[in-house]
C-alpha cells in the first residue's frame, strides 16, 4: 500500500474512532517511525503530521534525510530537497476507506484492528487519543509509528497544504 493511501486511511480511521465523542477536524503530531525489514534491519524517520478535514495531509520527515509530502484529495507532491526535486503524481485507484474502516473492531488487547486490502492496522489509543500505529507493508517490511505531542482539533492554514516550489527545482510529473 503506498504512503499515500496510508494516511488516508489513517486519518479516516482516526475519525471514525473519534466519531463516537467528537468530530474531528485537524490532527497534528510529532511522529517516529521504525520500519524493520524481513533480514531484522532496522530504519528510524522522525517528523510530524498536519492533517485536516476532508482530504488534506501534509507530511514532514526531519530525520535522517528532509522529505514534504503534500495530499490534497487525490493530488500528491512528494518534495525532496537534498535532490532539488519534487515529484507531482494524482492517485489512480479510488477505494471506499470509510466502509472498510467501519469494520474496524476493538480487540481483546485493547488495540483497533482494521484489515484493508492484504493489510492488517493496529492502532493504540492513550489517554484517548492515537499514540501508536502498527501494520506490515506490501514489501513484508514491519512498521511502527509512535504519535507525540498529539492535537486533535488545533487551528491548522489550509495554505499550510500548498507545495510552494522553491527556484531551481526540478518538477516531475507522473
Same mark, same amino acid.
Given at each position: 500500500m503506498s504512503v499515500f493511501k496510508f494516511w488516508v486511511i489513517f486519518l479516516l480511521? /482516526?475519525?471514525l474512532l473519534y466519531s463516537w465523542g467528537q468530530n474531528i477536524q485537524s490532527f497534528r503530531s510529532d511522529f517516529s517511525q521504525i520500519i524493520e525489514s524481513q533480514e &531484522?534491519?532496522?530504519v528510524s524517520y522522525s517528523g510530524n503530521i498536519e492533517a485536516k478535514a476532508p482530504?488534506?495531509?501534509k507530511w514532514t520527515y526531519l530525520k535522517p534525510l528532509k522529505k514534504e509530502i503534500f495530499i490534497r484529495g487525490e493530488d500528491v507532491v512528494i518534495y525532496e530537497p537534498s535532490l532539488y526535486q519534487a515529484? /507531482?503524481?494524482h492517485l489512480k485507484q479510488k477505494t471506499d476507506f470509510l466502509s472498510i474502516l467501519k469494520k474496524a473492531t476493538l480487540q481483546?488487547? &485493547?488495540r483497533y484492528r482494521s484489515d484493508i486490502g492484504h493489510n492488517s492496522y493496529f492502532l493504540t489509543l492513550k489517554n484517548g487519543k492515537p499514540y501508536s500505529l502498527e501494520f506490515i507493508d506490501e514489501l513484508e517490511n514491519k512498521i511502527? /509509528?509512535?504519535f507525540k505531542k498529539v492535537l486533535i482539533n488545533s487551528n491548522i492554514n489550509d495554505k499550510d497544504f500548498i507545495f510552494i516550489p522553491k527556484e531551481g527545482i526540478d518538477i516531475i510529473q507522473q
Amino acid at each position: 500500500m503506498s504512503v499515500f493511501k496510508f494516511w488516508v486511511i489513517f486519518l479516516l480511521y /482516526i475519525n471514525l474512532l473519534y466519531s463516537w465523542g467528537q468530530n474531528i477536524q485537524s490532527f497534528r503530531s510529532d511522529f517516529s517511525q521504525i520500519i524493520e525489514s524481513q533480514e &531484522g534491519r532496522k530504519v528510524s524517520y522522525s517528523g510530524n503530521i498536519e492533517a485536516k478535514a476532508p482530504n488534506l495531509v501534509k507530511w514532514t520527515y526531519l530525520k535522517p534525510l528532509k522529505k514534504e509530502i503534500f495530499i490534497r484529495g487525490e493530488d500528491v507532491v512528494i518534495y525532496e530537497p537534498s535532490l532539488y526535486q519534487a515529484t /507531482i503524481s494524482h492517485l489512480k485507484q479510488k477505494t471506499d476507506f470509510l466502509s472498510i474502516l467501519k469494520k474496524a473492531t476493538l480487540q481483546k488487547d &485493547g488495540r483497533y484492528r482494521s484489515d484493508i486490502g492484504h493489510n492488517s492496522y493496529f492502532l493504540t489509543l492513550k489517554n484517548g487519543k492515537p499514540y501508536s500505529l502498527e501494520f506490515i507493508d506490501e514489501l513484508e517490511n514491519k512498521i511502527y /509509528i509512535e504519535f507525540k505531542k498529539v492535537l486533535i482539533n488545533s487551528n491548522i492554514n489550509d495554505k499550510d497544504f500548498i507545495f510552494i516550489p522553491k527556484e531551481g527545482i526540478d518538477i516531475i510529473q507522473q
